[in-house]
């Protein structure tokens, strides 16, 4: 698939993911670095996360020369939100729900923009289709609950 839609050679593929797997040991590591390449992307955290999930499952995180690291000016806290580890947040900005937040509707409603002007467009009307989007990639299927909703 990769050799598909990218052109990269299915036998260098595997050898880059056979040069990854040889760092699940306590004697090395590897970092993965990226930029706004993966951000601005429109999978751009979907792709990072994916990459973290790697480097957690090859034991690469929290040790000396392993780990995911963000090049950019605001690396700490673009990295946080990219990685989803905001205790605050979900990825893309979107506030948690509070305790008195248990309608599904009303809490996305309450975080999204709504228009001061005749067609008025912003980023954030479209805060239901990334939120639907985001649990539908850690759980599937509960973007069909949110089209029942008419989300």
């Known amino acids: ?3 598909r839609i990218c052109g ?3 036998d260098k593929v595997l050898h880059i993911w056979e040069m990854i797997a040889t760092t699940a040991t306590p004697t090395r590591a590897m970092t993965i670095m990226y930029a706004l390449g993966w ?8 792709m990072i996360r994916t990459a973290r999930w790697c480097r957690l ?15 950019r000016g605001h690396s ?5 939100t990219d990685l989803g580890l905001l205790s605050n947040q979900l990825p893309g900005y979107i ?3 509070s305790q008195g937040e248990q309608d599904y509707a009303k809490y996305l409603a ?6 001061l002007r005749p067609n008025q467009l912003s980023y ?3 805060t239901p289709k990334f939120f639907v989007s985001f649990m539908k990639t850690l759980v599937g299927g509960c973007g069909d609950r949110a089209e029942q909703l008419g989300l």
């Open 1 to 3: 698939m990769v050799e």
């Open 8 to 10: 990269t050679p299915k």
């Open 39 to 46: 951000d601005q992307h429109s999978i751009g955290s979907q």
């Open 57 to 71: 499952l090859l034991g690469n995180i929290g040790v000396s020369g392993g780990g995911m690291n963000a090049l």
């Open 76 to 80: 700490n806290i673009q990295g946080l």
């Open 95 to 97: 506030s948690l729900p």
């Open 110 to 115: 309450a975080r999204t923009l709504k228009p």
């Open 124 to 126: 954030w009307q479209n």
